[in-house]
């Protein structure tokens, strides 16, 4: 990111705090494990799109020698900065925003998202500088809620939802994006895909449909 362009002020200290607590709760249900399968067997450098409070940081393995873990929202930043001091792995936290990654191009070994492209404003620009700092073929990790698969009543809550209040009250949050067709079109190649409901048992909502998965960002053919 360039020093000419500073980070966009993102604050959101009511759902700051909700999520704290949420997020918490939602490891509980069944999202710790969602978390460690999605950074199982990672290596070497990696940076963290919206590290939000730090849940991640606990699950990476000690074969990553780096986490950059990047949270714009204050709040969430200042409890991922507590949260790095007793992970497992070293990682460094910092405030910046999906669109303008810290980092040069092809610098990092892999990417993790978890549950942050449904709030970026723009997804396409956001997946775009992701495959710009990963290293040709690095991967992306990802443990997303997306729209439901299937067209339906799930499908017209969501549009409905996201055309109110839910993302005004949930920090910009979106329910009806196609993330794996956003990851596939912004030129990776996904490897593995899995579509669950979350979490697996209680009340339903907007944002029960997830997916989880891993991606490659490409290898430029070499020139003749």
């Not at 009511?14 to 290596?43: P, W």
């Not at 990682?91 to 709030?119: I, K, M, N, S, W």
Request: with cysteine.
């Amino acid at each position: 990111m360039s020093p000419q362009q500073p980070t966009p002020r993102v604050s959101h200290p009511i759902f700051a705090r909700v999520y704290q607590r949420l997020s918490v709760t939602m490891d509980r249900a069944g999202g710790a494990e969602h978390r460690r399968a999605l950074v199982a067997g990672l290596a070497g450098r990696v940076i963290e799109v919206g590290a939000g409070n730090g849940r991640m940081f606990a699950h990476y393995p000690p074969t990553v020698t780096e986490v950059v873990a990047v949270e714009p929202e204050p709040r969430l930043r200042a409890a991922a900065l507590a949260a790095a001091a007793s992970a497992p792995v070293p990682v460094r936290v910092l405030d910046g925003v999906a669109e303008a990654l810290p980092g040069g191009d092809g610098e990092y070994d892999a990417a993790v998202t978890a549950l942050v492209l449904c709030t970026v404003p723009d997804q396409t620009a956001a997946l775009a500088e992701i495959r710009r700092v990963l290293r040709p073929g690095g991967h992306l990790r990802f443990f997303e809620h997306v729209a439901a698969e299937h067209p339906g009543l799930l499908r017209r809550v969501q549009r409905a939802a996201d055309a109110t209040l839910w993302p005004l009250l949930l920090a910009g949050c979106h329910t009806s994006r196609d993330t794996a067709a956003a990851i596939t079109a912004a030129g990776f190649v996904v490897d593995e895909l899995y579509r669950f409901t979350f979490p697996a048992t209680g009340p339903s909502s907007p944002a029960a449909p997830h997916i989880r998965g891993t991606a490659t960002a490409p290898v430029e053919a070499a020139k003749p």
